[in-house]
């Protein structure tokens, strides 16, 4: 079983940063991906980033979706077992839960798949979620 806590949700104004983590019960370099995907009330899913964690050898290795493109930044610290989500120029649209979920080896019954642009990201893990609110 693994676990994944997400932290560093708040309320900010319009332009405002946060930055996200998400600490891994696991060794991040076991999985093949993880990310982040945020659902705001009333509506579907959506995939915000991905970082290829495993071993890849050629290819771009992070996707972010249109809307947040060079807002946000995934990175990871592989020495602690956390994914940090950076976002900028935060804005009301950006208000939601933000999800960290990770693709590890291994089936799971219940998998959660996200797409971002032409690419579909299947996760077998994900967090509980923390609140982003961006408003004035």
């Known amino acids: 079983q693994v676990q994944l806590v997400e932290s560093g949700g708040d309320s900010v104004q319009p332009g405002g940063t946060l930055r996200l983590s998400c600490t891994v019960s696991k060794y991040i370099y076991t999985s093949r991906y993880m990310g982040w995907f945020r659902q705001a009330p009333g509506k579907e899913r959506e995939g915000v980033a991905v970082m290829y964690t495993g071993n890849v050898a050629v290819g771009p290795d992070t996707f972010y979706a249109d809307s947040v493109k060079d807002r946000f930044t995934i990175s990871r610290n592989s020495a602690k077992n956390t994914l940090f989500l950076q976002m900028n120029s935060l804005q009301p649209e950006d208000s939601a839960m933000y999800y960290c979920?990770?693709?590890?080896?291994?089936?799971?019954?219940?998998?959660?798949?996200?797409?971002?642009?032409?690419?579909?990201?299947?996760?077998?893990?994900w967090g509980q979620g923390t609140q982003v609110t961006v408003s004035s």
């Open positions: 979920a990770a693709n590890f080896p291994g089936t799971r019954e219940s998998t959660a798949k996200i797409s971002i642009g032409p690419r579909m990201f299947e996760y077998n893990y």
